[in-house]
């Protein structure tokens, strides 16, 4: 090995991008807007563990958790929360004619039909959903 030999290291061109690239395009807004709703949609989860363990530890506990999720700085975010899972949900399902494609005898099932598919589900789900919270039977 040769003492004096360095390794030749080169400097890449690379385009400085601005931090808020993102802003050039709707596209890409949208698409930024739906990723940052994901942080809305693990509260969702996180909150409805909360419940559940809430629910856990007594009648009394989950009365005082309800109480708090009843104030109003927090009826107002989960309305803002509402509004963004909304958000989320119908940009995820814009996608699934994309990302989902189904052939039915060799023939691809249209976009337009795999989208109604999807929010076909989305309604009957949510529902079922209202019809047990509203103490259906």
Not at 49 to 59: D, N
Not at 89 to 99: E, F, I, K, M
């Amino acid at each position: 090995m040769n003492p004096d030999y360095r390794l030749y290291h080169p400097k890449w061109h690379r385009r400085r991008i601005p931090i808020f690239w993102w802003l050039g395009k709707r596209s890409y807004i949208r698409f930024i807007a739906r990723e940052l709703t994901s942080v809305f949609v693990a509260y969702c989860a996180v909150l409805l563990l909360l419940q559940t363990w809430m629910l856990g530890r007594g009648e009394a506990a989950y009365a005082r958790f309800s109480e708090w999720l009843a104030s109003p700085p927090l009826v107002g975010f989960h309305l803002l929360t509402l509004l963004a899972v909304v958000f989320h949900t119908v940009t995820w399902l814009g996608l699934a004619p994309t990302a989902l494609v189904i052939s039915v005898r060799g023939r691809r099932v249209p976009s337009r039909a795999v989208l109604l598919a999807h929010y076909a589900a989305w309604a009957v789900a949510s529902g079922v959903v209202a019809w047990a919270l509203l103490g259906g039977s």
